[in-house]
């Protein structure tokens, strides 16, 4: 059985740092792309990033870029998720997914069969 666990999130204060992880269980990350999703109270899931299975390709939507940076280890059958610069903007939960396929379509919740319970992530002084 497929299953995804996304842990890290936590209250941070705006400008800092926090550093997501997706886990894998039943199976290995090694084949499929993992991308990054996450949803503001009263907002659509919004997909933010996406890393291909071998690592060699990354997408990240233009909310987040400059400041989170997607990486995977697929030794430790894991993915990362790197954000700096917070704003309170970017509170919300966050959800890991994976998909065979390529990164091409992303930002399409639809693409994704698999997907992680989520994390919170808060933003605030």
């Known amino acids: 059985q497929v299953q995804l666990v996304e842990s890290g999130g936590g209250l941070v204060q705006p400008g800092g740092s926090l550093r997501l992880s997706c886990a894998a269980s039943?199976?290995?990350?090694?084949?499929?792309?993992i991308g990054w999703f996450r949803q503001a109270p009263g907002k659509e899931r919004e997909g933010i990033s996406c890393?291909?299975?071998?690592?060699?390709?990354?997408s990240t939507a233009d909310s987040v870029k400059g400041r989170f940076t997607i990486s995977r280890d697929n030794a430790k059958n894991a993915v990362y998720l790197h954000m700096n610069s917070l704003k309170p903007e970017d509170t919300g939960v966050y959800y890991c997914?994976?998909?065979?396929?390529?990164?091409?379509?992303?930002?399409?919740?639809?693409?994704?069969?698999?997907w992680g319970q989520g994390t919170q992530v808060t933003v605030s002084s």
């Open positions: 997914a994976a998909a065979l396929g390529s990164c091409s379509y992303y930002y399409n919740r639809y693409y994704w069969p698999y």
């Open positions: 039943g199976f290995t990350l090694n084949s499929y792309s």
């Open positions: 890393i291909s299975s071998n690592g060699g390709s990354t």
